[in-house]
């Protein structure tokens, strides 16, 4: 004797109140997913625009920085500024240059 349990169900099994209530069910379930969907989603995009967010103060920063950097490398090497630096440097000026000739006879001339 073999002990098999087979379940034959068909639409005229179930009751009226019985399909309302599966597809009751089915709504809640499909409901709950998405809404579950919606919020990773927006969890997602709220990281995101933070990112975005700091990333931009970091380049506006940045951008400052480097104007303030160019400003101070002009500074740096204005004319006055290194007339001043050579003053202070105790370089003597020159009053008189002289030349090293090269006779037409050795290597270097060559």
Same mark, same amino acid.
Request: no cysteine; glycine share 0%.
């Given at each position: 004797? =073999?002990? %098999?349990? #087979?379940l034959n169900?068909?639409?005229r099994d179930f009751s009226p109140w019985g399909m309302k209530l599966f597809w009751v069910v089915l709504f /809640?379930? /499909? $409901? %709950?997913?998405?809404?579950?969907?919606y919020i990773l989603q927006i969890n997602f995009?709220?990281?995101?625009? @933070?990112?975005?967010? =700091?990333?931009?103060?970091? #380049?506006?920063?940045?951008s400052g920085e480097n104007e303030t950097l160019? #400003? !101070?490398? =002009?500074?740096? !090497? /204005?004319?006055?500024? $290194?007339?001043g630096y050579l003053s202070n440097q105790d370089f003597e000026k020159v009053s008189q240059v002289k @030349? $090293?000739?090269i006779l037409e006879s /050795? #290597?270097?001339a060559k």
């Open positions: 004797m =073999s002990h %098999a349990l #087979v169900l068909e639409m /809640s379930i /499909s $409901i %709950a997913a998405l809404l579950i969907f995009l709220t990281k995101e625009i @933070y990112f975005l967010q =700091s990333d931009e103060t970091k #380049v506006n920063q940045l160019k #400003v !101070n490398f =002009s500074k740096a !090497n /204005s004319l006055t500024n $290194i007339d @030349y $090293i000739r /050795s #290597v270097a």
